[in-house]
């Protein structure tokens, strides 16, 4: 088992740049309790996303930590040009001593892609054409490519990332119609949910990673949950609803402007239901280590992802909550053995 942090940096209780830095400390923690990686979403004109431009924030990453692997999860690749992203890439990878982990996805909400003139029917095959310029522009030295959305003819590639033939690929999983691609590629994927959801991806995750002839070791199939660790299961309980609350406010805002619901995400506003559900964790160390170790054995992964900075949660409940994990609960879920499949 490894363990990853998932961060939305939707809008705290801080001004934008103490925000930054309270989070770059935190981040500085994570690698000092021996996290594998840190992972940052892309949203755009919402609350739920202060870090709209993901690759600005990592460059910090990459200077302020000297251990930790991080990347976006993901890049909304339709927003981008892909000429431009292979060179944030490739300097992000080169700045970092090759520790980048390289997310990639469609964008899930389509009035942020719409804002920047995207149509929502057409973000697919934009991000389908845009990663493949990307994986080719990534191993070549110049680049020849004819789409429907691009064209090139033999443009130099000055730049190359230091991880070959290109860093670590991860997506987002929701749905199981996407288990095929990811494993037949040996892309680390993250999942949320309850646990049948969980063990229904990553079985057919494991299924069709065998029927592409892969050998060796599995890439990470990671689970995410919100995770609130105090002294007391009444305590941290009441931090957890109260922070889940304001975040909830942030990730709902665009949506609601627009009288709708989100697509593929089954957050609602009452915490304790999200608690039940699986995709949230908040006690004393004890009950949360109970809880992720049955989840994570039940859920067939090998990767725990937590979110320990949400909504209005200050700078040192994220961090108690850190110190906890690391003591009392990363020791005891880094000896678990896998659930068999059923």
């Not at 001593?97 to 029917?121: D, K, W």
């Not at 060796?216 to 957890?240: K, Q």
């Amino acid at each position: 088992m490894k363990f990853g942090v998932f961060d939305h940096m939707d809008r705290g209780p801080l001004p934008l740049g103490e925000q930054y830095e309270a989070r770059l400390q935190l981040i500085e923690a994570y690698e000092r309790a021996g996290f594998y990686a840190y992972h940052l979403a892309e949203h755009h004109a919402t609350p739920l996303g202060m870090s709209p431009s993901p690759s600005v924030f990592l460059a910090a990453v990459a200077q302020r930590t000297r251990r930790l692997r991080f990347g976006p999860l993901v890049y909304t690749l339709s927003l981008y040009h892909p000429l431009r992203l292979v060179e944030e890439i490739c300097m992000l990878d080169q700045m970092s001593g090759g520790r980048l982990e390289l997310g990639i996805g469609r964008g899930i909400s389509p009035y942020e892609i719409g804002y920047y003139g995207v149509e929502a029917g057409q973000a697919q095959s934009l991000y389908a054409e845009a990663l493949e310029v990307i994986l080719q522009a990534l191993t070549q030295p110049s680049l020849t490519y004819a789409g429907k959305f691009f064209r090139f003819s033999d443009v130099p590639l000055e730049l190359r990332p230091l991880q070959r033939p290109h860093p670590p690929l991860w997506y987002g999983v929701a749905r199981p119609d996407s288990t095929e691609w990811t494993a037949r590629h040996r892309v680390n994927i993250v999942c949320g949910g309850p646990a049948e959801r969980l063990r229904e991806l990553t079985d057919r995750y494991r299924a069709h990673w065998v029927a592409a002839g892969h050998e060796g070791e599995l890439p990470l199939l990671g689970m995410r949950s919100f995770v609130v660790i105090a002294e007391t299961d009444r305590e941290a309980l009441a931090v957890a609803r109260r922070a889940y609350r304001a975040w909830f406010a942030s990730f709902i805002k665009l949506w609601d402007e627009h009288g709708t619901r989100p697509i593929h995400a089954d957050f609602g506003p009452d915490f304790d239901a999200v608690l039940r559900s699986g995709q949230a964790v908040a006690g004393s160390p004890e009950t949360v280590r109970r809880a992720l170790a049955a989840q994570a054995q039940a859920g067939g992964v090998n990767y725990c992802v937590s979110r320990f900075a949400f909504g209005d949660l200050t700078l040192a409940e994220s961090l108690r909550s850190l110190e906890l994990y690391a003591r009392h609960v990363m020791p005891a879920l880094a000896a678990l053995e896998e659930m068999p499949s059923k």
